[in-house]
């Protein structure tokens, strides 16, 4: 955190060990994702994005509920606006999209850490994040037929993350999912009993997470993204890939190799307790 950073009114955030902790605080809405939320979470984005010093993000909701995806309570005034012909329904629904997109492609790695429920764009959230750890009774949903409405721009990333038969049989039937079944779709990477053991279990993933480079896992996920669209030319992928490693090599591979020959913590090792994650 900076002193130019804008202070948020929505969300909490707390930076430990270089990981940047988002937490929605909107509590009397199920931190709905209200437009003033996502201009704020964009911020946040941008932040661990411009920040070299930034590790991971984790993302999470505030008095044990994740999200419960869009405020439908301003659907309305959107509503009563004649669309003409820049709709503001459709205009306002991209401006999420936006965000989604800034999100997936942050360098660095993205934690969501669910607890209650994730709901329509909550979800959604979910879904554009690396690993997904949720308490075994968290409740998974695209709610958005049961309203009358799509799940459009988060649709690209509940496909990338579940595959297009789960995304169609989870959007079509308004199917809720929880625990084992949230795991066995691809949903959710690791569930935990209740909220305190998925402190323990934040902690643990991240204290893996920082036993990592921070440099090489913000040179490696941009790369994995790429290999994952299959739009690039192979040949042009793999000397892009060479360059990267060159340049880790020369700079945290060192110390890396150095650690590993003379039995040592690296640097840039550190270590999580619970109590450090919690909101």
């Not at 989870?170 to 084992?180: H, M, N, P």
């Not at 991240?206 to 669209?229: D, F, Q, S, Y």
């Amino acid at each position: 955190m900076t002193e130019s950073t804008p202070v948020p009114r929505h969300l909490l955030l707390a930076r430990r060990h270089d990981v940047l902790f988002v937490t929605l605080n909107r509590p009397d809405t199920r931190n709905a994702l209200a437009p003033e939320v996502v201009t704020e979470l964009t911020q946040a984005i941008c932040l661990a994005k411009s920040d070299a010093g930034v590790r991971a993000v984790v993302l999470r909701g505030a008095q044990g509920f994740f999200c419960a995806g869009g405020n439908v309570g301003n659907f309305q005034a959107r509503l009563d606006a004649d669309a003409g012909a820049n709709d503001p329904v459709a205009a306002r629904n991209r401006e999420f999209g936006h965000f989604m997109q800034r999100l997936s492609a942050l360098p660095v790695p993205v934690i969501a850490v669910v607890e209650g429920a994730a709901m329509g764009g909550g979800m959604g959230l979910a879904c554009a994040a690396d690993l997904v750890l949720a308490t075994a009774d968290a409740k998974f949903a695209l709610s958005e037929t049961s309203l009358g409405i799509i799940p459009a721009q988060i649709a690209p990333f509940v496909v990338a993350r579940l595959g297009p038969r789960a995304a169609l049989r989870l959007g079509l039937f308004g199917e809720r999912v929880s625990g084992d079944a949230a795991v066995a779709l691809g949903l959710v990477d690791a569930l935990a009993a209740d909220s305190d053991a998925l402190d323990t279990l934040l902690a643990q993933w991240l204290t893996r997470l920082c036993a990592c480079a921070p440099g090489a896992n913000r040179a490696l996920k941009p790369l994995l993204r790429r290999c994952g669209h299959g739009r690039d030319n192979e040949s042009e992928l793999l000397d892009e890939a060479s360059r990267l490693f060159a340049a880790c090599m020369r700079s945290e591979g060192a110390e890396g190799i150095a650690a590993f020959r003379e039995k040592r913590p690296a640097a840039w090792r550190r270590s999580f307790e619970a109590e450090a994650v919690r909101p």
